[in-house]
């Protein structure tokens, strides 16, 4: 064989490896990530709804989201009343056409989706803390290289730094 077809057997190797490490990660912290869910006030619907705006600059429409979900508008107004109602959604009006409505995520309601969506309970300040220093050296190099590779355009230049002032290892 040569090097290059031992690097690809190998790389073959890692990913297999990691997508099983994921697996397996992923069933160890369904529990606790289904308690994040299952602890929140809002419905499916409204956690549905609330990703959209979350992930919206500029908010949504009470008519595209009613399009987006395919519901009546109607609906789609009751269902945003709610939000507002628990503090996770404003209304506002748009600033190029004040006759439209937008709708947007609260602080609130943006940390609600952050900590549902990103809860990563096998990363705990408890699990890294029981890490070797080496291992803890490695899933750092690790991670900010999967995160420099999931940057929009890496053609750009140098992604930015997820943890500014943490030195790297040497």
């Not at 031992?6 to 606790?32: I, K, M, W, Y």
């Not at 419905?43 to 989201?65: C, D, P, Y």
């Not at 939000?83 to 748009?94: E, F, I, K, N, Y």
């Not at 803390?129 to 690790?142: H, I, K, N, T």
């Amino acid at each position: 064989m040569t090097d290059g077809s031992d690097t690809r057997q190998e790389r073959r190797r890692l990913v297999r490896s990691l997508e099983n490490l994921g697996s397996a990660f992923q069933a160890t912290t369904l529990p606790v990530l289904l308690d994040s869910l299952l602890s929140t006030e809002l419905t499916i619907q409204q956690l549905k709804v609330l990703a959209v705006l979350a992930t919206t600059e500029n908010g949504a429409t009470g008519r595209g989201l009613a399009d987006t979900f395919g519901v009546s508008l109607a609906s789609m107004s009751g269902l945003v009343d709610r939000l507002v109602a628990q503090g996770a959604a404003v209304r506002s009006q748009d600033e190029t056409d004040g006759r439209v409505r937008r709708v947007r995520a609260t602080p609130l309601g943006l940390a609600l989706v952050r900590r549902l969506m990103s809860a990563r309970p096998e990363l705990s300040a408890d699990i890294l803390d029981r890490l070797p220093l080496e291992d803890l050296r490695a899933l750092e190099q690790g991670m900010r290289a999967v995160h420099r590779c999931s940057m929009p355009d890496p053609a750009t230049g140098p992604a930015t730094d997820p943890a500014p002032g943490l030195e790297p290892p040497p």
